[in-house]
């Protein structure tokens, strides 16, 4: 059997299992790059007791599950995010094969979707987006545009806008408020998420991300929890935007377009 003959579930389910095992990594650089830590030395190890995991503990979701979320040797917790983390990756990466079949897009879309579940992971524990994941986040998806959608040109105008933007609207939330609502952090984001997308996609990008915030917002005031505005960070908001358009994006243009 060659590769081109393999049935099509099979590759799914070898592009997901890969997705899971890049899930894994995921987690890693979520643990240790708020805390400006290697993520490639040492190995794992349970932050608890410090003993080093064995593969057979490191298996993406089936180990925690094995385990029930526990340490083997110390008996502490591990977060529930690892498993979701891994099985979300999985998923994505098995739904990307399926969607865009194998490619350069497939590929940009699949980094881009990697970063964006970091940000997300990140910006939502501690509230930080960092600058070790945006910046050179930038530079790939402008180096991406050379080969695949949107075009370098776009691309381009993308992290001008989508930065520009955000950072006219950061200073001019600044001056009317006086406090600090969007940090460079958020930025510099956008500018990644334009140099992905490109300028139209940034655009929706920060519709929905704002659209969707608003709400979630009136929600928790109307439910009396409204001092949780802030627990929700906005880069949370800016990835669940950037996901939906970077998917259904040009459809979803087309039809408010023709709304017009
Ligand atoms: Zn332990």
Redo the contacts with the bound molecule.
Sequence with gaps: MTFDDAPAWLLIGMAAAFGAVIGSFLNVCIYRLPLDKSVVWPAS???????LLAWYENIPVVSWMVLRG???????PIGVRYPIIEALTAAMFGLAWWYYGPGVLMASRLVFGCLLILLFAIDLEHQLLPNAITLPGIVVGVAFSFFTEPGWMASLIGVLVGGGVLYAVAELYFRVRREEGLGMGDVKMLAMVGAFLGWKLVLLTLMLASLSGSLIGLVLIASGRGGMKYALPFGTFLALGAAAAATVGRPLLTWYLGLL
Excluded at 46 to 51: E, F, H, K, T, Y
Excluded at 70 to 76: D, E, G, K, L, S
Aim: hydrophobic share 20%; proline share 7%.
């Design positions: 190890a349970c932050p608890q007791c410090g003993r526990h340490c083997r040797t110390c008996a502490a």
